[in-house]
């Protein structure tokens, strides 16, 4: 019985009743010059313009009371069911077919008016949803956009999106409908209702009870047309194959979508998707902006830092040499730090430049033999525990085109590395060789080797390797800045294993054909 009152609105079925009742009085007062024809078109217009304004069922009720009155009123014998002419059924039969038939079809047209004129709304917001994503002047403002319009299309209290934070493994709310409200906040099912169609790329619905039911047999059914209700809905949100976030739908009564919202969802949770994905991508862009700015401050810091700390440096220097020429041998000490503080000084200032690219490289032609001899000169003294085995090719000059200072630095500090971390008495050995176009110098030693899992990083500056001997001082710098010179000459510094023992480090560097006298 209800279920007819809703589908007879009241006010037009009202309105119908009167005009139909008026229609036959007036006709009734003209019976006699009235045709059948003209009874049956006048109640068929009654008919029409009810089911136009009142729908199918209004409709059909007309037509079969138009039927029942033109039957009792304008077919003989007036004022009964019966007919005299039985000719007359059938002039009444093809009218009650053809009002049905009018009150469906005009019915069909006008829902198929009110579905286009839906869509047509529907594309509407979702075009200016479309361009109020890609005119927010920040993802997050669309994310809030979109919320609100998903909201409103669902017909729900609250739409919350949420941005899967892959570091922490988690799923933080970034974004609200307007008419958000703290009692609506996620509660602890919720939490778990949106982990898990995060984890399984599932929707799901979580019933008054707290239960939690997925909705679809797979992926691709989410977003979701359910049949079931519920307090609250979640979907998860992917863009580019991965998951972003998820979003979630909540009211106090329990819902349920149409296939057509589910539809609308589908497209809106898309573009919470993408936004979120350009979300995602801006704060990768901040962290690595702030991260490249950190570095520049540190480097500029750096260059400051050095400058100023030399200067006192060598003031201390000085002072504790005169004190040392005083007589006070405990000034060595002073004298010996200052000077491992001004090379880390030193080190550091390099490390700076190197990093800002203003070191000066200057590659011009030097020989290989120049070079060692420069550098054993200046190891004399951290070599002088060692013996020294050079093997060179002598029958020809092996030369190359690099920075000669640069490089002597290099050779140097594979030499006092060599040294440092070699025992007493240990040999040296020193080896050169032009091949393809490079020239290899190799400084082999008999220490305890670098294991192949430190290999790379002790080139890292700061490294130590963990078994490095304890007291032998370094900053840990050396190694990186070699590295570095190296490359910035168009060469390479590799670590190898040596045969029976020990380390051996190769430099290379381009090689030169000797220039033609
Ligand atoms: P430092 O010598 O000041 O610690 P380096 O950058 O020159 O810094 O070297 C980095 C680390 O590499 C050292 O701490 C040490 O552990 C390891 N290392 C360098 N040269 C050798 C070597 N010849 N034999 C063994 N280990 C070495």
């Known amino acids: 019985m209800s279920e007819l009152r809703r589908r007879l609105p009241a006010r037009p079925l009202a309105l119908a009743l009167l005009a139909l009742a008026l229609t036959t009085l007036v006709m009734l007062a003209f019976r006699a010059r009235l045709d059948k024809a003209h009874v049956a078109l006048i109640y068929l217009l009654v008919v029409l313009g009810g089911s136009a304004a009142g729908g199918r069922v209004l409709g059909i009720a007309l037509g079969v009371s138009a039927f029942l009155l033109f039957n009792v009123f304008f077919l003989p014998p007036y004022n009964t069911l019966s007919l005299a002419d039985p000719l007359d059924w059938l002039v009444l039969f093809t009218f009650l077919v053809t009002s049905v038939v009018a009150a469906e079809l005009l019915d069909r047209l006008r829902r198929n008016a009110m579905l286009a004129e839906a869509r047509a709304s529907e594309l509407d917001r979702l075009a200016t949803l479309g361009a109020e994503t890609l005119n927010a002047a920040r993802a997050d403002q669309a994310l809030s956009a979109i919320a609100d319009v998903i909201r409103q299309t669902v017909g729900v209290e609250q739409c919350e999106l949420f941005i899967w934070d892959s570091d922490e493994g988690e ?12 009692e609506t906040s996620t509660g602890m099912e919720s939490t778990e209702l949106l982990k898990y169609v995060a984890s399984t790329r599932r929707s799901a619905i979580e019933r008054e009870d707290g239960t939690i039911h997925v909705v679809g047999d797979s992926e691709s059914d989410s977003p979701p047309t359910t049949s079931r209700s519920g307090t609250a809905f979640a979907i998860a949100l992917a863009a580019r194959g991965q998951t972003v976030g998820a979003l979630r739908i909540s009211a106090r009564a329990p819902f349920a979508f149409s296939p057509d919202q589910s539809r609308v969802l589908s497209a809106l949770a898309y573009y919470a998707a993408l936004a979120i994905y350009r979300l995602r991508l801006e704060r990768a862009e901040e962290t690595t902006e702030s991260l490249r700015r950190a570095d520049r401050l540190k480097d500029a810091l750096l260059a400051s830092v050095s400058h100023d700390l030399r200067t006192p440096l060598t003031t201390i220097k000085g002072i504790a040499h005169e004190i040392f020429d005083q007589g006070q041998p405990r000034a060595a000490v002073i004298e010996e730090e200052a000077d491992r503080l001004s090379s880390l000084v030193d080190g550091l200032l390099e490390m700076s430049q190197l990093d800002a690219g203003v070191l000066q490289v200057e590659p011009a032609f030097n020989t290989v033999d120049d070079l060692i001899g420069a550098a054993l000169r200046r190891a004399e003294t951290v070599l002088r525990d060692h013996p020294i085995e050079t093997d060179i090719a002598e029958e020809e000059m092996i030369a190359g085109r690099f920075d000669f200072s640069h490089s002597l630095r290099i050779v140097v500090n594979l030499l006092e590395n060599a040294a440092k971390y070699s025992p007493a008495r240990t040999p040296i050995a020193i080896g050169a060789e032009c091949r393809d176009g490079e020239i290899r110098i190799s400084i082999s030693d008999r220490g305890p080797g670098v294991p192949p899992s430190e290999r790379d990083r002790i080139f890292e500056p700061f490294y130590r390797a963990p078994g490095a ?39 290379a560097l381009p090689a030169a054909e000797a220039p033609k006298t």
């Open 171 to 182: 799923l933080r709310r970034i974004a609200a409908s307007r008419a958000a409200g703290d």
């Open 469 to 507: 001997t304890p007291d032998v001082r370094g900053a840990g710098l050396g190694l990186s800045i070699a590295r570095r010179l190296a490359e910035a000459q168009g060469g390479s510094l590799e670590i190898n294993e040596r045969q029976g023992g020990g380390s051996t480090f190769v430099l």
